[in-house]
Each structure stands twice: as C-alpha cells, then as structure tokens.
C-alpha cells in the first residue's frame, strides 16, 4: 500500500476511554503531522515529529498523547476525552519539515466521544 | 482571530466555465501560499503552491494569483469539470525561519461544478 494511511476510519469512545490512532506513511519521508479539524473551524496543526523528534506541540491539552517510533508510522494515544475533541484527525508527512516540501493526508478518522 | 479567510463556504459553477476561489490573509510575514483540494472521505491532497516572489504561478488548467499589497490571492480553474467538485483549502506559511512547516489554513470552499 502507498501513500499515508490512518486507522481506525471511524472510532466512537467513552470519555473514560483509553485508544489509540494510527498513521503509517510509506513514502520515506522524515516529517510527520498531527492535525485537527473540527466541525466549521480550519485544520489546526497538533503536532510536528521531525526525524522522530517532537519538535511542535501546538498547545495540545495532555489527554492527547502523540509516538513517533519510527520515521514511518505515528501515534496519537487518547484517554479521558472531552465531547468537544470530536473531529476529524489527519495525519501527513512531507520530506522534510518545510512547507516548500508538500504535505501528503491521510484520509483521516473520525473521532466520536460519547 | 483566523489569519486566513476563505469568506465563501461554497461555489457553484457550470461545466467549462472559469471557476475563481478567493483567500484573504492578514499576517504579513506569510510568504509562501498553497491551494489543497479535498474529496468526501479523503485526506487533502496538494495542489498548487506560490511563493511571495511571485505574482502568478500556472499548472495546467490551475492558476494562483498572489496580490501581496491586498493580502490576497485566488485559485482559477479553467475550464472547471465535474471532477473538481470538491472542497478547496487554502494554506499560508512563514517561509523563512525555522517554523516553516507551520501551515495557516482556511476553512475552505465547497467548488460544485454541474454538467
């Protein structure tokens, strides 16, 4: 498979819960991205993981937890969500972390706190 | 406080005509401009970009124009078809400088183009 690729598409959870989302890139590139896209609000950077290294937290509240184990696959861990954190997370990587470089989606999964 | 406004949810144009989607930014040291089209149920996928040197830049039936003293830049397809249904996105970045990954982006424009 090619591309960037997210699981799960769809996750619906308690807000006691505890998941995990996953975004696998197969295009050997060394930057990866966290977005958030909430319902009538842009897309807002979450996280930036350079070469494996956490070098952006945009001000994200600590129930959200990214991973970055290697330079191909990225995490976002979740536990005691707020109804308000429903949206849609996209995950990309570029090259490198520039913006000269384009950023390639994932198809996103839709998040459902209960 | 959004640094970039797309002010037009949606578009609707017919098949062959020009189809002209509008951005407006407000922080002036963005200098580098990207376009991204999103389908339902996939992820955004890039389209075209411009950087502040430049007044225009061409991809086959895609142009961007920048107007730096209006803070403005906008997307034409021409001719539009059905195919470019879709939501369109518009980004902006701070080129120089060690942040530049940070992408800005609008909430988008629904483009519908009718047969």
């Known amino acids: 498979e090619t591309g960037v690729t997210q699981t799960p598409r769809h996750l619906v959870m308690g807000m006691t819960n505890k998941k995990s989302l996953k975004c696998e890139q197969h295009l050997g590139h060394n930057a990866m991205y966290w977005y958030k896209q909430s319902a009538k609000k842009p897309l807002e950077l979450m996280f930036v993981?350079?070469?494996?290294?956490?070098?952006e937290n945009n001000s994200v509240p600590s129930r959200f937890s990214p991973e970055c184990p290697n330079s191909s696959h990225l995490f976002l861990h979740l536990h005691t969500l707020q109804p308000e954190d429903s949206a849609l997370y996209l995950c990309?990587?570029?090259?490198?972390?520039?913006?000269?470089?384009?950023?390639?989606f994932g198809p996103g999964t839709r998040l459902t706190v209960t | 406080d959004q640094q970039v406004k797309q002010n037009s949810p949606s578009l609707s144009v017919q098949e062959g005509r020009i189809s002209i989607l509008n951005c407006d930014y407000t922080?002036?040291?963005?200098?580098?401009f990207l376009w991204y089209k999103k389908y339902p149920a996939e992820g955004p996928t890039f389209l075209i970009s411009?950087?502040?040197?430049?007044d225009k830049n061409e991809d086959g039936r895609f142009t961007v124009f920048l107007n730096k003293s209006a803070k403005h830049l906008s997307l034409h397809i021409v001719p539009s078809q059905p195919g470019d249904s879709a939501v369109y996105f518009c980004?902006?970045?701070?080129?120089?400088?060690?942040?530049?990954?940070?992408?800005?982006f609008g909430k988008g424009t629904l483009l519908t183009v009718n047969p």
């Open positions: 922080n002036s040291m963005f200098d580098y």
């Open positions: 993981y350079s070469l494996e290294e956490r070098v």
């Open positions: 411009i950087s502040s040197i430049k």
């Open positions: 990309a990587s570029s090259l490198t972390r520039t913006s000269t470089y384009e950023q390639y």
């Open positions: 980004a902006a970045s701070v080129g120089s400088g060690g942040s530049n990954y940070k992408l800005t």
